[in-house]
């Protein structure tokens, strides 16, 4: 895990074509705010900002977690929960494109419109997005797939991500997967293709991670989701799932649990590894060491 994990680097300053570079912003689910922030254990809501120049989700949780100077001018919501999807804090940074399923567009202009009325600044174009239809953004083709979570909205689908980027020594093609509870048949058999295998996965652990048995929570993942899934049908190295070498799947959106990261890593099953908030990784095509 290791040589994935880029602690501490100036992922700005990262050769572009090296691989694809993720910074955790915040690694936890809805359930942190009661938490201080001053705690071992605290973690934001789940943010991550992509090669330094775009975000999937963002709210005022994550802010302090942006490299100095660094104000990406796109997010791409996977869905409305206030832990993913803040207008406010995507006006106060100059946020001027946001991507974001076509069923909550005109609760998101909505939205957007009263906090501009509400701390000033301009509201970002909203991009509407449909399942499995991919879309180009400054070189990265990115697909919309269906996440297994219930927002709320009647019109709205939760949406998780495959984020394509061509490197010069190949591509990396990451999931990312909050909030779902494990993966529709349309992700394992759209996304997962053995053409266009994914290198690289970040999925929700929001249930207890220790717990024995799988997805009892209807709307999310716990770590034995996780581990089920990788270990049967995407087994790395099968075709459809196609990491380098020893590259963990990372696990996000943690649950609100009173353990410290080292008792996760200790009992962690092999093959997981927990993200945690200003985690940084750099996912590398296949086949570069
Ligand atoms: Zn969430």
């Known amino acids: 895990?290791?040589?994935?994990?880029?602690?501490?680097?100036?992922?700005?300053?990262?050769?572009?074509?090296?691989?694809?570079?993720?910074?955790?912003?915040?690694?936890?689910?809805?359930?942190?705010?009661?938490?201080?922030?001053?705690?071992?254990?605290?973690?934001?809501?789940?943010?991550?900002?992509?090669?330094?120049?775009?975000?999937?989700?963002?709210?005022?949780?994550?802010?302090?977690?942006?490299?100095?100077?660094?104000?990406?001018?796109?997010?791409?919501?996977?869905?409305?929960?206030?832990?993913?999807?803040?207008?406010?804090?995507?006006?106060?940074?100059?946020?001027?494109?946001?991507?974001?399923?076509?069923?909550?567009?005109?609760?998101?202009?909505?939205?957007?419109?009263?906090?501009?009325?509400?701390?000033?600044?301009?509201?970002?174009?909203?991009?509407?997005?449909?399942?499995?239809?991919p879309f180009s953004l400054d070189g990265y083709e990115i697909l919309p797939l269906p996440g297994n979570h219930w927002t709320g909205r009647p019109h709205e689908q939760a949406l998780i991500y495959k984020v394509s980027k061509h490197c010069a020594d190949g591509v990396v093609r990451l999931l990312y997967a909050t909030d779902t509870s494990g993966l529709m048949s349309t992700v394992f058999f759209h996304g997962f293709t053995k053409k266009e295998p994914i290198t690289a996965v970040i999925m929700e652990a929001t249930g207890n991670p220790l717990q024995k048995f799988g997805a009892l929570n209807i709307s999310h993942s716990t770590a034995s989701t996780v581990n089920e899934i990788f270990t049967s049908y995407l087994k790395p190295g099968k075709g459809r799932y196609m990491p380098s070498p020893g590259q963990p799947v990372y696990l996000t959106h943690i649950g609100y649990y009173e353990w410290g990261q080292k008792t996760f890593d200790d009992e962690m099953p092999s093959g997981l590894a927990l993200a945690h908030d200003g985690l940084e990784v750099i996912f590398k095509p296949i086949g570069k060491a």
């Not at 290791?2 to 689910?29: K, M, N, Q, T, Y």
């Not at 399923?101 to 501009?116: I, M, N, S, T, Y």
């Open 1 to 133: 895990m290791a040589s994935f994990a880029a602690a501490g680097r100036d992922i700005l300053a990262a050769p572009p074509d090296e691989g694809l570079h993720v910074r955790f912003l915040g690694s936890g689910s809805a359930c942190w705010e009661r938490e201080p922030r001053t705690s071992k254990i605290f973690r934001r809501y789940s943010s991550v900002l992509i090669d330094g120049s775009f975000l999937i989700d963002y709210t005022w949780m994550a802010a302090d977690m942006l490299p100095d100077g660094c104000r990406p001018k796109t997010i791409i919501y996977t869905h409305s929960h206030g832990d993913h999807y803040d207008p406010k804090a995507a006006v106060r940074l100059g946020v001027r494109d946001v991507y974001l399923q076509r069923g909550w567009l005109e609760d998101a202009r909505r939205d957007f419109a009263k906090a501009v009325s509400e701390i000033g600044g301009e509201a970002p174009t909203i991009h509407p997005l449909d399942v499995c239809v």
